[in-house]
């Protein structure tokens, strides 16, 4: 989740030791509200350490050249309330299982989720599922160009994901219906029509990493606000084909259907059951391949 705003009150303090963590391109700022133990400490760097890695692998680099990560140990093993920040500097708080192991964070999502938002600047509210979509696509993919997921995985948590951003009846585009599904799961959607689209168009020459890359390389990272038609803007030229534009103006206020099972099967994604396999004969087989493929292989 991203918020703009920021409320700092005395409860805050921070009563253990900040400690810096190098990641490509920045620095952590990590801080426990409250002691850890030196298990719980171990193991959150290495998950921290990773989620830092995809984020970094989509970009090129880490989005930010500073950052706090601010974690409240908690009951249980799981990590819960992730938060994205931008004022006044760069912030994440989130909660971490006091119990937590390696294991049990291997699988973690959240925090790739938040630092992805580190990347894309603030937009008006109704725009709130671009920042939401965008995170919620990329992570899994980040996961995997960086070795965290298999391919399959990916796609898998993509395929049952997806269909909880399809309209439903009353909705009126993605700028005008706030519920959950369509800000979490329609973002997504629209993220990958938008990154299929920009590939087909281009012969997988560029992805919509090209357009995410230069936005942050014009400065539009959680530190900044900007209107959506910049952010169309800058992502088009980046490509060369003006498809967020054209895909924004035709979702933004009306219902628009998405033949998912049309999709899958264009892609080569077979869904059974639970698991999911590829069919390298689909139509457009070397764009899912190009999507989840680590950038120093994926030379389409």
Known sequence: ???????????????????????????LDVQFTTAP?????????????????????????????????????????????????GWNGALITISLGRDATDADLADD??????????????????HHWLEEGLSTYLEPIARARAGLLTPERAWRDLANGLH???????????????????????????????????????????????????????????????????????GDRATGVPVLREIYDEMKAAPVPVDLPDTWRLLGVLRRGRTVTFDDRAPLAAIRQAITANPKSNTP
């Open 37 to 85: 133990s030196a298990a719980l400490r171990r193991v959150a760097q290495t998950w921290i350490g990773n989620s830092a890695r995809a984020v970094a692998t989509y970009y090129g680099r880490f989005p930010v050249r500073r950052a706090v990560l601010r974690i409240t140990p908690s009951a249980g093993r799981e990590p819960k309330g992730g938060q994205a920040f």
């Open 164 to 234: 909880q951003g399809l309209p439903e009846a009353g909705d009126r585009g993605l700028d005008h219906t706030h519920t959950w599904g369509r800000t979490y799961w329609g973002g997504a959607l629209f993220c990958l029509r938008a990154d299929v689209e920009i590939r087909r168009r281009t012969g997988n020459r560029r992805g919509l990493d090209d357009a995410l890359r230069a936005i942050l390389a014009a400065g539009g990272n959680i530190e900044q606000s900007w209107e959506i038609d910049r952010v169309l803007s800058v």
């Open 1 to 27: 989740m991203k918020l703009a705003w920021l409320l700092v009150s005395a409860c805050c303090v921070i009563a253990s030791r900040a400690e810096e963590i190098a990641v490509s391109g920045g620095v």
């Open 109 to 126: 999502w959240l925090l790739v989720h938040e630092m992805f938002h580190l990347a894309f600047p603030n937009l008006a509210e109704h």
